[in-house]
């Protein structure tokens, strides 16, 4: 149970990220909405997104498989508690596509 508890918290922790990202990806842009980033420092941001959008879905399914085949006490509330994740998962609005795309591919279920 202890490892279910440690990765339902990575999946919040990876929210959070995504969101921090997102953010700073709003922010480049409200700044310097014209500003082209050929020639500027490497801003690894977008690749960031995308690692922490590959993440949260791998862990989730995997998490979600083991969690089906378990009926035991507290399964249950784990079950809820990832599908409430799932759910704010979906609902991030990331501005870079292929992420946008992985969000809506997303199957919660």
């Known amino acids: 149970m202890d490892r279910i508890i440690a990765a339902l918290r990575d ?3 990876s929210i959070t990220r995504i969101k921090e990202l997102s953010a700073w990806v709003d922010l480049k842009t409200l700044e310097n909405p014209r500003q082209t980033y050929l020639g500027l ?3 690894p941001t977008e690749f960031d997104i995308k690692v922490e959008v590959g993440f949260f879905l791998k862990l989730s399914m995997d998490l979600r498989q083991h969690l089906v085949g378990n009926h035991g006490p507290g399964f249950s509330q784990f079950r809820n508690t990832l599908t409430e994740l799932e759910k ?6 990331v501005d870079i596509p292929i992420c946008r795309q992985a969000v809506a591919s997303h199957a919660v279920g």
């Not at 704010?88 to 609005?93: D, G, K, M, P």
């Open 88 to 93: 704010e998962f979906r609902s991030l609005t």
């Open 11 to 13: 999946l919040r922790k």
């Open 41 to 43: 420092m490497y801003d």
